[in-house]
């Protein structure tokens, strides 16, 4: 159990809808990252956050947006999803701006 | 942006040391390397990082030469249970640029 903590665990939701995936870091951690992991992908970095500012940005698309709020928790909005965002969504939490990172369980999001 | 490049996979038999190599040509001054293990619909865990030279820790070691273009993760007497893939990931302190994962190693470890 690495202390983070990742709700829902999975989702199941149609095309065009928009979810909210939920991360808490580890206690004391001030950076969140959220990864995205598809079959044909990999694991791919979406965005980092440190301590509620945005600190680095990946492959993320203009349709998902993050955010950190005060108690350092963070949530992923998907919006407009289409079948192509089926995929594991991972968030990390670290003590650092690039120190090691602790993953989560993730969210499995299947889109239909 | 530094792009890296594992082998796709590597066998290995329990008591065995593995070395999984990372090539990271154009790595930047400020990047540091990063080892994660991932087994299946887990999410990756931290195994070890390092800037330059050698690092070790009760699990590994992280070997950089001096150009710091590649690196290789050492993997002492490994079990069944070291199957899994080995991420190797490059980026800056301090945040500000792409954290990039590379393609992953699957490590298959037999008796």
């Known amino acids: 159990d690495s202390g983070v903590t990742q709700t829902p665990k999975h989702l199941i939701t149609a095309t065009g809808q928009r979810v909210t995936l939920r991360c808490s870091p580890r206690s004391g951690d001030l950076s969140v990252y959220w990864y995205q992991q598809s079959l044909d992908q990999g694991l791919q970095f979406l965005i980092q956050y440190y301590n509620g500012e945005e600190r680095a940005k990946g492959n993320i698309l203009e349709r998902f947006s993050a955010q950190q709020f005060p108690d350092l928790h963070s949530e992923l909005n998907l919006s407009s999803l289409e079948l192509g965002d089926s995929a594991l969504y991972f968030c990390?939490?670290?003590?650092?701006?690039?120190?090691?990172?602790?993953f989560g369980p993730g969210t499995r999001l299947t889109v239909t | 942006l530094a792009k890296t490049t594992q082998p796709i996979s590597m066998d290995s038999y329990e008591g065995q040391e593995v070395n999984i190599t990372c090539s990271h040509n154009?790595?930047?001054?400020?990047?540091?390397i990063t080892w994660y293990q991932q087994f299946p619909s887990q999410g990756p865990r931290f195994i070890i990082q390092g800037y330059k030279t050698k690092v070790t820790n009760e699990v590994a070691s992280l070997f950089i030469p001096a150009d710091r273009k590649s690196s290789t993760l050492s993997l002492p007497r490994v079990s069944l249970s070291d199957t899994a893939v080995y991420y190797c990931?490059?980026?800056?302190?301090?945040?500000?640029?792409?954290?990039?994962f590379g393609t992953g190693t699957q490590l298959k470890v037999e008796l």
């Open positions: 990390a939490s670290g003590p650092g701006p690039f120190a090691e990172q602790y």
């Open positions: 990931l490059v980026g800056e302190p301090g945040g500000g640029n792409k954290l990039t």
């Open positions: 154009n790595i930047a001054t400020n990047d540091y």
